[in-house]
């Protein structure tokens, strides 16, 4: 099994760097060539699951305004499309916008762009009431890793919320790691941890500039 070959174990969306083994392009060239879900997004227990755990954790019911870098072919964008007024979602890769597009095709909330994350910032497209960094951050260098996380703070409402999903387990073309990316989002992004959701292959966390709990914003306190 070449570096190339997508695994079990290798869950994650998109990327902005230049991976251990590939160019920026080259890994998700031939991951795309071979299948249009090269991570089994669509059909995976694992995946379908995952996407079930991240929308539960959201601290409210919608959002005006959301951001999904590295939407892949945009199997979560479909989902978070439910639950936002406006949303774009973005990817490194052409065929990847190319999926997403028609995945939310007639959905006239929804834009797919391609970017490259954080350099392509959409700036002009904020600010964000949610930001989704889903399988992503850990293709990013320590250097890109830092800069999106000044993005995100510079980009969230005053009631905004960032929501982190990775796969935990090592894989050759990772970066950082998972607990290394959630670890500077806590730190840099100057936000409250809502949620905390820890597994051995996945680790989710959520961060809102509103520090009240569910149950507060809901007025059951």
């Not at 996380?149 to 990772?174: K, N, Q």
């Not at 680790?203 to 306190?221: C, T």
């Amino acid at each position: 099994m070449d570096a190339l070959t997508p695994r079990t174990e290798d869950r994650p969306a998109d990327t902005t760097s230049t991976s251990p083994s590939s160019s920026p392009t080259t890994y998700f060239d031939n991951l795309y060539r071979r299948s249009d879900d090269p991570w089994n997004l669509r059909e995976g227990w694992y995946e379908s699951r995952k996407r079930s755990l991240t929308l539960a954790l959201l601290p409210r019911p919608r959002y005006r305004n959301a951001f999904e870098p590295g939407c892949a072919n945009g199997e979560l964008t479909f989902e978070l499309a439910k639950r936002c007024d406006a949303l774009l979602a973005a990817d490194l890769h052409e065929r990847a916008v190319q999926l997403a597009g028609e995945r939310m095709a007639g959905a006239s909330q929804v834009r797919i762009e391609r970017r490259t994350v954080p350099r392509d910032w959409p700036v002009e497209a904020g600010p964000f009431d949610l930001i989704v960094i889903s399988e992503f951050a850990y293709y990013l260098h320590a250097a890109e890793l830092d800069a999106l996380a000044g993005c995100i703070a510079a980009s969230l409402t005053p009631d905004g919320t960032l929501l982190a999903c990775h796969w935990r387990r090592p894989f050759a073309e990772a970066l950082e790691s998972a607990d290394t990316a959630h670890a500077l989002f806590d730190a840099r992004c100057g936000l409250t941890r809502l949620a905390h959701h820890d597994e051995a292959d996945l680790l989710i966390d959520v961060w809102s500039r509103d520090a009240r709990s569910v149950a507060q914003r809901e007025g059951l306190l």
